[in-house]
Protein backbone atom coordinates (compact mmCIF):
# COMPACT_ATOMS: atom_id res chain seq x y z
CA UNK A 1 0.00 0.00 0.00
CA UNK A 2 2.81 2.38 0.57
CA UNK A 3 4.33 1.96 -3.40
CA UNK A 4 1.11 3.69 -4.77
CA UNK A 5 1.22 6.47 -2.61
CA UNK A 6 4.94 8.48 -4.16
CA UNK A 7 3.48 7.60 -7.31
CA UNK A 8 0.54 9.76 -6.57
CA UNK A 9 2.58 12.21 -4.98
CA UNK A 10 4.83 12.24 -8.14
CA UNK A 11 1.23 12.27 -10.45
CA UNK A 12 -0.28 15.55 -8.32
CA UNK A 13 3.25 17.36 -8.57
CA UNK A 14 3.47 16.56 -12.70
CA UNK A 15 -0.37 18.15 -12.90
CA UNK A 16 0.79 20.78 -10.78
CA UNK A 17 3.56 21.77 -12.70
CA UNK A 18 2.42 21.22 -16.24
CA UNK A 19 -0.97 22.92 -15.24
CA UNK A 20 0.04 26.10 -13.53
CA UNK A 21 0.73 27.81 -17.24
CA UNK A 22 -2.88 27.45 -17.67
CA UNK A 23 -4.03 28.44 -13.78
CA UNK A 24 -6.62 31.00 -13.11
CA UNK A 25 -6.61 32.69 -10.19
CA UNK A 26 -9.48 35.22 -8.88
CA UNK A 27 -10.34 36.92 -5.73
CA UNK A 28 -13.84 35.95 -4.21
CA UNK A 29 -15.39 39.45 -3.35
CA UNK A 30 -19.26 38.77 -2.61
CA UNK A 31 -22.49 37.84 -3.93
CA UNK A 32 -25.55 40.42 -4.56
CA UNK A 33 -29.24 40.99 -5.19
CA UNK A 34 -29.18 44.59 -6.11
CA UNK A 35 -27.17 45.63 -9.13
CA UNK A 36 -26.38 48.51 -7.88
CA UNK A 37 -24.27 47.50 -5.88
CA UNK A 38 -22.53 45.39 -8.70
CA UNK A 39 -21.65 48.34 -10.37
CA UNK A 40 -20.74 50.41 -7.29
CA UNK A 41 -18.07 47.99 -6.66
CA UNK A 42 -16.94 46.79 -10.19
CA UNK A 43 -16.20 50.59 -10.54
CA UNK A 44 -14.12 50.63 -7.77
CA UNK A 45 -12.26 47.35 -8.57
CA UNK A 46 -11.46 49.40 -12.09
CA UNK A 47 -10.54 52.35 -10.20
CA UNK A 48 -7.57 50.06 -8.40
CA UNK A 49 -6.61 48.73 -12.18
CA UNK A 50 -8.14 45.49 -11.46
CA UNK A 51 -9.55 43.35 -14.24
CA UNK A 52 -13.35 42.24 -12.72
CA UNK A 53 -16.47 40.21 -13.42
CA UNK A 54 -19.51 39.02 -12.89
CA UNK A 55 -21.32 35.51 -12.48
CA UNK A 56 -25.31 35.32 -12.67
CA UNK A 57 -26.84 32.34 -10.46
CA UNK A 58 -29.69 31.05 -8.65
CA UNK A 59 -29.51 30.94 -4.80
CA UNK A 60 -31.56 29.81 -2.32
CA UNK A 61 -32.83 33.61 -1.99
CA UNK A 62 -33.33 34.48 -5.44
CA UNK A 63 -31.19 35.43 -8.49
CA UNK A 64 -27.68 37.05 -6.92
CA UNK A 65 -24.48 38.47 -8.95
CA UNK A 66 -21.38 37.00 -7.83
CA UNK A 67 -18.45 39.81 -8.05
CA UNK A 68 -14.78 38.40 -8.50
CA UNK A 69 -11.49 40.61 -9.12
CA UNK A 70 -9.30 38.37 -12.07
CA UNK A 71 -8.54 36.22 -13.71
CA UNK A 72 -4.88 36.39 -12.24
CA UNK A 73 -1.91 33.84 -14.16
CA UNK A 74 -1.19 32.92 -10.63
CA UNK A 75 -2.22 33.25 -6.78
CA UNK A 76 0.47 35.46 -6.08
CA UNK A 77 -0.93 38.26 -8.36
CA UNK A 78 -4.04 37.17 -7.54
CA UNK A 79 -3.06 37.72 -3.66
CA UNK A 80 -1.60 40.72 -4.17
CA UNK A 81 -4.88 42.15 -5.47
CA UNK A 82 -6.40 41.18 -2.68
CA UNK A 83 -4.32 43.33 -0.62
CA UNK A 84 -5.21 46.88 -2.82
CA UNK A 85 -8.88 45.65 -2.63
CA UNK A 86 -8.53 45.77 1.01
CA UNK A 87 -7.91 49.64 0.68
CA UNK A 88 -11.52 49.96 -0.70
CA UNK A 89 -13.09 48.34 2.72
CA UNK A 90 -13.69 44.71 0.67
CA UNK A 91 -12.06 41.41 1.62
CA UNK A 92 -12.35 38.35 0.02
CA UNK A 93 -10.76 34.85 -0.34
CA UNK A 94 -8.08 34.00 -3.31
CA UNK A 95 -9.60 30.92 -5.12
CA UNK A 96 -8.84 28.96 -8.60
CA UNK A 97 -11.45 29.87 -11.24
Known amino acids: AAKPEPKAEEARAAAALSGSATDQWVVQL????????????????????????????????????RVRAGPFASKEAAEKAQARIKIIGVQGPVAPK
Do not use: D, M
Not at 34 to 63: C, D, M, R, W
Open 30 to 65: GAYKEAGNVKLLLGKIKQLGLPAYTENFESPQGQRT
